[in-house]
Every structure is written in structure tokens, then in C-alpha cells.
């Protein structure tokens, strides 16, 4: 009787394992598809996110384009007009430099002009006592005279 006892307490231990191990396993299978739901969730929450940052991204990409574009062709404009601004006060340096050219040209001319001028009025002072040195001449003969 002592084996038959045996294998009944066995045959219970092994039965009672037995649901015990369903049970894990049905919460074993029951965790894996809330950790399966979960993942899957999360791949498309992913997926999601990955598709709007993709167009997002494209978006910035092409603004940043056209933004580098617009600056690129201001630049340029940029760089023609500081061309010929350059080009141009190139050429209105030269024409000043010519016309200062002229008027120290000029003023030279006038300069010695001047200087003849002077040399002629010197002469002219020069005469002028003469004729008043002869007037005053004149006068003390004329006095003498009368």
C-alpha cells in the first residue's frame, strides 16, 4: 500500500505541476503577446514619426535650398553692383586726378601771369617815379621861372 500511496501522491505532485506549468504558461503566452502588441505599437508610433520627420526633413532641405539660392543670387547682384561702383570711382579718381591736373596747369599759368603782371606794375612804379622825379623838375624850373 505504501507504493500504491506513493504513486498517488506522484500522480497528484505531477498533476498539480502539471496545471501549475499551464497556468505559467497561459501568463507566460499572455505576456509575450501584450509585450508583442506593445512592440508593435512602437514600430508603428516609429514608423510614424520616422514618415513625418522624413517630409519634415525634405521640407527644411528644400527651404534651406531655396534660402541658399536667393542669397547666393543677392550675392551676385551684390558683387555686380560693388563692381561697378569700384569701376566707377576707378574712372572718377582718373577724371579727378585729370582735373586737378588742369587746375594746377592752370593755376600755374596764372601764377606766372601774376609774376609778369607784377615785373610789368614794377616797371610802370618805376616810370611813374621817373615822370613824378621829371614832373617835380618841371615844377622847380617852372618856379624858378616865374
Do not use: C
Not at 514608423?47 to 539660392?69: C, H, S, W
Not at 543670387?73 to 572718377?92: H, T
Amino acid at each position: 500500500m505504501e507504493n500504491f500511496e506513493r504513486e498517488e501522491i506522484m500522480q497528484a505532485v505531477n498533476h498539480r505541476i502539471g496545471i501549475a506549468w499551464e497556468q505559467f504558461e497561459g501568463q507566460f503566452k499572455f505576456i509575450a503577446e501584450l509585450l508583442q502588441s506593445g512592440l508593435e505599437r512602437l514600430e508603428r508610433k516609429i514608423d510614424d514619426v520616422r514618415t513625418e520627420l522624413k517630409g519634415d526633413i525634405v521640407f527644411t532641405q528644400q527651404a534651406l535650398k531655396t534660402v541658399n539660392n536667393d542669397l547666393k543670387k543677392e550675392i551676385s547682384k551684390l558683387d555686380l553692383k560693388i563692381d561697378r561702383v569700384e569701376k566707377n570711382l576707378s574712372a572718377q579718381i582718373q577724371e579727378n586726378r585729370v582735373a586737378i591736373t588742369r587746375v594746377e596747369t592752370r593755376l600755374t599759368q596764372v601764377e606766372t601771369r601774376l609774376d609778369r603782371v607784377e615785373t610789368g606794375l614794377a616797371h610802370v612804379g618805376t616810370r611813374l617815379d621817373r615822370v613824378e622825379t621829371g614832373l617835380a623838375r618841371v615844377e622847380t624850373r617852372l618856379d624858378d621861372l616865374i
